[in-house]
Structure formats: structure tokens, C-alpha cells
């Protein structure tokens, strides 16, 4: 039985080869994932120590308040330490050479004076020794044209951009520095300057020779006292390789969920493949009976061919794999993302991925297996061989239909229950109710959609529909495959596009201004909004801020724009808000007993209530504070409550009688001063928020690709295979008269109608998914509902049917590649 199966894989080494390519693409994706996560592990290693190659130990803060610059000098002068300098990482701008901020988010970092604790990579110049000195990462510095010796203006949260003097160019490429913008470098003091930070995110040590790093640790942690920690140089670099670590699990499994999805997909594949390729064996298997061969030979030898054909197609996987790694390097070079670390191929990797591809193969094979090997060994001798093919049974129509239900009842109930597992658990209950009710539900579709092609085509496309649906498992499990890849598509198409309209509709409804000014990659510099409230061009300059105090939000709001987010006055006049008055939501002032008048007191300040209003919507997940339980003061009251509380965004209105050029150009003469503030309108604004979305869709997009290209090939694989099973069929129709072009006509209306199918059904489901998701978001956060993009969906249908008619190229090849008189003869 060996020897026959074997000689059985080398007779039919063609046919099998298009069957492994799902499992080939399957495993490649596995293997490409292991392999670049495994390099980016590799580089993280590799980085952890890289700031820290001088560093012996290093006190941090164990509160959310920065370290003082004062303790700087307290820990320098402990019995064993030879330096000690304060450390931070916070967010800058730089000025280019033609006036404008050097886009990116810029990395601003306190460089070390004392050699001992310097770290950086110098490649031209030196580091800075005193304020009023700076380094850039030689990328930036080369690109500006910036020469050492120049003037360079840098800016942060703590001002307006002045000029430093370049001192020198550093490497910080592939690094924790390096996040694709430029790199800052300034000494502890410019640095805090530069920021507005408070202190230091760190202070770093350099031991004497000859002392411990243990004995010095407890003096330090002594002098340094109970609101800081002491770490040794080696929980330092353990520390740092554990964060790296994990947030490359988090991505790991990001990746390993997607190619999950290409696996799953690549098993329906080969598990059809399986069960047409043995039913047409079914006379050549009960010949094998006749002739002495038991039912354990016959399956033994069935998974032992899977076996073989899953080994060699997850070797073919794994070399692919590796070039996948190498490209998925070069996108993350070309996006200037930090350097992966080149490619790790470890021997788990390998063996896993070959053990996995093994598993699929012959776990998909096991149910074929086992009913081929019911055939009788009388079957040899009659037309009992031929199988006719079965529908679903009873049982699987009832399950799926009952599946199939709860499914769409787990969809409808997320929102009200506001459980998002509820929302994945309806996806995947829905999409098992397809699998089981498939033999009936796309056979019905395939007749539905067929009989337009009926009226276009005539009896040819009624020859193919007859050929679809000849067997309903067959064509359910070609259409299922697709349905996995098309309905994520979909489903992420969908919610991408609902949750663009969502927060559009979102800014239309909370911000009325002409410009806004918003921070980057952190909140405004300080003296920013000042500045524009100071410009008699603009009538409105409001910087939206909010604290907790007591379990209370306050937030800063403006006579002119408040009532924009209020839906009702309960009691008193809104318009008398101003300083030494608020307006107190209606959840908060029953909960409180205030009403209009009453005094209210906050943070030690008195103020007196306007006005009591509602701002009706659902609370925002996650909030420090109960629903409702919100007031609003002025910018000026705020101010004077949370002096360093800043904000993100600024909202601007002109002045009446100003022309909105005027008013404009009045803002970028202040904006233009602070490289990390940037001026957009509401358009822009929205291009802002909706970036992301754009960006994790087209990832989404290009990672669930691979599982619909792995369905594409099942169902070229499928009619392949069935073309093989109808030469004598299709010889008797060439006999009769139809020409090679309604014969390649024929099987790509097949082809497309089972892509059409399984495209429709993928869709739907995809579009139910997206509606159970934003419902439930709706309940959450608001302004969310279902936004059909017809444009994008149609789209993802022709690309279906396009690449159903390309698979179909290759059946109707062979299906003409052999004479008419020789094909009749085939048994």
C-alpha cells in the first residue's frame, strides 16, 4: 500500500500541485510571521542596552510625577558615584531651513554632560556640553542642509522655538529614539526648558570602580527615599527587553490572528480538494478492496498521502515564508519604521510550521478518508462506483438553522447587552450557520443568480448552472472558503467607512470654528494660546481642557461655544456663564442638590451656579466619573483652578468684520513660532481623525488578501478537478456540437457564480458584523450607525468575479487540451 500510494503522488504530481498551493500560501504566511516577529525580537534584544552601555544603575519615579531636578545632585553626591545626570524623553519641533516645522514626530531627549554616562553614536561633531547647544540625527541635519555651527530653532510644550547652535550629528537609527521624524538632543536643563516637563523621567549613575553595584543601590535607594525606585544595570536591560517583548507579543498576535485566518481558509480548501479527489478514486479504491486491501490500509494510506502532500507543501511554505519576512523588512524600512533586525529562522519556527501545515493537511483529509473507504468491494464491478452526490442530512440543517439563529440573535443583542465578545461570538455563529445550511442556502443562490446569465447566455450558462449545483456539499464548501476572507473584508470595509462618518458627524456637532490648532504628539506649548487670545483679529481662542476633582469632571468652556454640546436648560440663564460662574449637569446637581445659585466649591474656589443643563448621550467608556457628573467654568476660571493642566486643541473663530484671510494669517504669524502646534480647518481636522482608519483598513485589507487569494485558488482548484471528473461529459457536448468558446464560456460562468456566491454571502455577513459593532458603539460613545460604502463593497464583488473568470482559464485549458475521440474513451 506504501509503494502503490507513492506511485500514486508521482502519477498524480500535476493534479496535486495547484491542490497544495492553499496549504503552501497557508504555512508561507504562518512561517513569514514567526520568522519577521522573531528578527524584530532579535533587534529589540540587541537594542535594549543601547543608551544604557554606560549606565550602572538608574532611579525612577514610582509615582506619575516626574523626578526633580534637585534629587539629581542629591543622588551625585552618594559614597560611590561617580556621575549622575536626569534623563527624559519627551516631544519637540524643529524649524527647517524654509521656515516651516520639519514634519514628524520629533523625539526630544536630555543628552548626559559627563562622559562616563554618554551613550550616543556620534557621527559628526559632538555632543552638546552646555545650553544653547543641540544634536540632530544626521538624516534630518542632512536633508535641512544644516551645517554644525548653525542656528537650528527648536521648540516644545514650553515655548516658542529659539534658536541652538548644531554641534554635532548622532545615529540613532533602528533604535527606541527612532520613530520616523527627526531626533532632538539637548543638555538636562535646555531640555526641561524645551518640554515644559517638570522633571525628569529618570536619573542615570555611573559607579566608581571597585564598588557594587548592590551596595550602591541601597545607598542610593536611602538618599533617594520612598518616592523612587533604584534599578542595577541588569533590571534595566531586563526590563527594557521585557517591554520590548511585549508589545512585539501584542503584534505578534495581530499577525498570527490574520494568518490564522489564511490556515482556516486553506483547510476548507484542501479538505474539498480531498473529497472530490477521492470520490473520484471511488472505483479505483474498490478495486483495491476486491483485490484484498482492508478499510485500515485504505485510510492509513489516504492520511499518508495527506501527510506527504502536507509536509512537501509546508517546505515550499516555509521557503516563501522567508522571502515574505524579507519583504515585510523592506515595507517597514520604507516607511521608516525602526530597523526589524533582519531575519531569525529558528529551527521551531520551521518545525512548527511544518508540523502545522502536516496537521491541516491530514486533519482535513480525515473525513474523506474514512467515506472512501466505505465503498464495497462489489462496487468495482458495477456503476455503483460512480457516487451520486448527497445533499445535507436532516441533523446538519436543523443544527445549522439553529446555529444560524443564534448567531443573529448574539448580533442584535450586543448593543443592548454592550458586550463586544457578543459581537465575535454572532460573527462566528453566524458564519458556522452558512457552513452547515451551505448545500442548501448557495446551491438556491447559485440558481437565484443564474438565471439572468440564463437569459444572457442561454443553454450554455444553463449547462453551468446544472454543473454548480450537481453537488451541493462540493460547491457550499468552495463558496464557504470565500466567505471567510470576503466577510472580514467586508466587515472591517464597513466599519472603517460608518467609523468615518461617525466621528465627521461628531466634529460637525461639537466644533463650530472657522481653524483649530492642535498639538503634536502632545499637548499645546504654554504660552501658545496666550498669544492668540492677545491678536485683536480672532474673537474666539478657546483651549479645550478637562480635570477630575472629587470625582467631578470640570471643563473648561466659552460662553460662545457651549451651548454647541448642550441638548437642554434645565433651570437658569446659560448666557450668564462666565467667571465666578458655571453650568452643572443635571445628574450632578440632583446627586448634589444644587440649583440655580447655589455655591459650589472646587478645589478650595467658590463658585455659583448659572445654570442647570443636560448634554444627553451615552457616557464615555471608561471614565474616571459618573454619567452626568460634569461642570462647566470658563477658560479663565479653569486656569486659575489647574494652572499646568494644558490641552490638545485649540478652537478659533475671527473677530466681526474681519475677513477670514486676515484672521488666518494672523494665527500662522503665532503658530509659525511653535514647530509642534499645527493650524488646520475642520476638513483637515477631520483627515486627522480619520487617518488611522484609513491606514489600519489598508493593512487589514492587504493581511486578509492573502485568505481570499487562498479561497480564489480553491475554486480554480475545484473546477480543475471537476473538469477531470466530466471529460467524458464535456467530450459528448463537443461531439454534439458546442464550440471551445461556449465551453470556456461554460465553466467561467461556473466559476463566476460560485465566486459570486460565496462574495454575496461574505458581504452580508461582513455588513452584519459591522452593524452589531456599531450599534454597540453607538450605545458607548454616540454619533456611530452603519454607513454601506456601495462603491468599496462593489468593488470587493468584482474583484471576485475578475478573478473568478482568471480561474477558470486553466480548467477550460485542459478541459479542450484533449481529443474528443480520446476524452470519450476515458473511464
Known amino acids: 500500500m506504501i ?59 514610582t509615582t506619575d510625577d516626574p523626578l526633580p531636578a534637585a534629587l539629581v545632585e542629591k543622588v551625585r553626591s552618594v559614597d560611590g558615584v561617580a556621575a549622575a545626570e536626569g534623563e527624559l524623553l519627551g516631544s519637540g519641533g524643529v524649524v527647517g531651513a524654509d521656515g516651516r ?136 536591560l531586563d526590563d527594557a527587553v521585557t517591554d520590548a517583548v511585549r508589545d512585539l507579543q501584542q503584534f505578534n498576535m495581530a499577525l498570527l490572528t490574520f494568518a490564522g485566518v489564511a490556515v482556516v481558509v486553506a483547510g476548507f480548501v484542501i479538505a474539498n480538494t480531498f473529497a472530490i479527489v477521492l470520490a473520484q478514486r471511488t472505483r479505483r479504491t474498490a478495486l483495491l478492496r476486491l483485490v484484498g486491501a482492508t478499510r485500515g490500509q485504505l ?15 509546508s517546505a515550499a511554505g516555509v521557503l516563501i515564508g522567508v522571502v ?11 516607511l521608516d519604521a525602526p530597523a526589524p533586525g533582519g531575519l531569525t529562522v529558528t529551527a521551531s519556527t520551521v518545525l512548527v510550521s511544518l508540523l502545522l501545515g502536516t496537521a491541516i493537511t491530514m486533519g482535513a483529509a480525515l473525513l474523506p478518508a474514512w467515506r472512501g473507504i466505505r465503498i464495497a468491494p ?68 447559485v440558481r437565484v443568480l443564474g438565471w439572468p446569465a440564463r437569459r444572457l447566455f442561454g443553454a450554455t450558462a444553463g449547462l453551468a448552472v446544472a454543473n454548480a449545483v450537481r453537488n451541493p456539499r462540493r460547491i457550499a464548501a468552495t463558496a464557504t472558503a470565500l466567505v471567510i476572507g470576503i466577510g472580514l473584508v467586508s466587515a472591517f470595509v464597513v466599519g472603517a467607512r460608518s ?15 472657522d481653524w483649530l490648532v492642535t498639538g503634536i504628539g502632545g499637548s499645546l506649548p504654554a504660552p501658545l494660546v496666550a498669544e492668540l487670545r492677545a491678536r485683536p483679529e480672532l474673537a474666539v ?36 456663564l462666565g467667571p465666578g460662574w458655571v453650568l452643572v449637569h443635571r445628574e450632578l446637581a440632583e446627586a448634589r442638590g444644587w440649583t440655580t445659585g447655589s455655591t459650589v466649591t472646587v478645589r478650595g474656589r467658590s463658585l455659583r451656579v448659572a445654570a442647570v443643563v443636560t448634554a444627553d448621550g451615552p457616557a464615555l467608556a471608561g471614565s474616571a466619573v459618573p454619567d452626568g457628573h460634569v461642570i462647566d467654568v470658563v477658560d479663565a476660571d479653569f486656569a486659575a483652578l489647574f494652572p499646568d493642566e494644558r490641552g490638545f486643541l485649540a478652537e478659533i473663530d475671527p473677530a466681526d468684520g474681519v475677513s477670514a484671510d486676515r484672521a488666518r494669517a494672523a494665527v500662522e504669524s503665532v503658530v509659525a513660532r511653535y514647530p509642534t502646534a499645527n493650524l488646520m480647518d475642520q476638513g483637515a481636522y477631520k483627515k486627522m481623525l480619520t487617518a488611522t482608519v484609513d491606514m489600519l483598513l489598508a493593512l487589514v485589507t492587504a493581511l486578509l488578501g492573502l485568505a481570499v487569494v487562498i479561497a480564489l485558488v480553491g475554486v480554480a482548484n475545484t473546477l480543475s478537478l471537476s473538469v477531470v471528473e466530466r471529460t467524458r461529459e464535456n467530450a459528448v457536448l463537443r ?4 464550440t471551445r468558446g461556449r465551453m470556456r464560456a461554460m465553466l467561467a460562468v461556473e466559476a463566476v457564480l460560485t465566486a459570486l456566491v460565496g462574495a454575496l454571502l461574505g458581504v452580508g455577513l461582513g455588513t452584519g458584523v459591522s452593524a452589531a459593532a456599531m450599534a454597540l458603539l453607538a450605545r458607548i460613545s454616540g454619533d456611530f450607525a452603519v454607513v454601506l460604502p456601495v462603491g468599496q463593497l462593489g468593488l470587493i464583488l468584482g474583484v471576485a468575479v475578475v478573478a473568478a473568470l482568471v480561474a477558470s482559464v486553466l480548467p477550460a485549458r485542459r478541459a479542450l487540451s484533449r481529443p474528443v475521440v480520446e476524452a470519450l474513451g476515458d473511464q
Open 541 to 576: 481662542v478657546h483651549e479645550r481642557r478637562g480635570a477630575v476633582a472629587a470625582g467631578v469632571q470640570i471643563q473648561a468652556a466659552h460662553p460662545a461655544l457651549v451651548a454647541r454640546t448642550l441638548t437642554g436648560v434645565v433651570a437658569g440663564d446659560v448666557d450668564r
Open 324 to 334: 515574505l519576512a524579507g519583504g515585510m523588512n523592506q515595507v517597514m524600512v520604507r
Open 735 to 738: 461531439a454534439v456540437g458546442l
Open 299 to 313: 485510510f492509513r494510506a489516504a492520511l499518508l498521502e495527506a501527510a506527504l502532500l502536507g509536509l512537501a507543501a
Open 101 to 236: 516645522p520639519v514634519l514628524g514626530y520629533a523625539v526630544l531627549a536630555a543628552i548626559p554632560v559627563d562622559e562616563a554616562l554618554r551613550s550616543y553614536d556620534v557621527v559628526a561633531g559632538r555632543l552638546p556640553d552646555r545650553p544653547g547647544e543641540v544634536v540632530l540625527d544626521a538624516p534630518t541635519a542632512a536633508e535641512e542642509g544644516f551645517a554644525l555651527g548653525a542656528p537650528v530653532r527648536v521648540g516644545g510644550g514650553g515655548g516658542a522655538a529659539r534658536p541652538y547652535t548644531l554641534v554635532g550629528t548622532v545615529d540613532v537609527a533602528g533604535t527606541a529614539r527612532d520613530v520616523g521624524g527627526p531626533f532632538i538632543g539637548l543638555v538636562g536643563a535646555a531640555a526641561l526648558a524645551v518640554t515644559g516637563q517638570r522633571g525628569y523621567d529618570r536619573i542615570m549613575v555611573a559607579a566608581r570602580p571597585g564598588t557594587t553595584d548592590e551596595a550602591l543601590a541601597g545607598r542610593a535607594a536611602e538618599a533617594v527615599g520612598a518616592g523612587a525606585t533604584v534599578k542595577t544595570r541588569q533590571r534595566i
Open 3 to 61: 509503494r502503490t500510494t507513492l506511485r500514486q503522488l508521482r502519477a498524480e504530481a500535476l493534479r496535486l500541485m495547484l491542490s497544495s498551493l492553499a496549504i503552501v500560501l497557508g504555512v508561507a504566511f504562518i512561517a513569514g510571521t514567526l520568522i519577521f516577529v522573531d528578527g524584530m525580537r532579535t533587534g529589540a534584544y540587541e537594542r535594549a542596552g543601547a543608551f544604557d552601555r554606560h549606565t550602572d544603575l538608574a532611579v525612577h519615579s
Open 378 to 445: 462489489v462496487a468495482a464491478l458495477t456503476d455503483a462506483a460512480v457516487q451520486p452526490a448527497r445533499g445535507a442530512g436532516r441533523l446538519r440543517l436543523t443544527v445549522g438553522a439553529l446555529v444560524f439563529a443564534a448567531g443573529i440573535a448574539a448580533l442584535v443583542g450586543a448593543a443592548y447587552a454592550v458586550q463586544v465578545v457578543l459581537v465575535a461570538a454572532g460573527g462566528v455563529l453566524t458564519f458556522f450557520g452558512v457552513v452547515l445550511f451551505g448545500p442548501v442556502l448557495v446551491p438556491a443562490l
Open 499 to 513: 467609523t468615518k462618518d461617525g466621528i465627521e458627524r461628531s466634529v460637525d456637532a461639537e466644533i463650530g470654528v
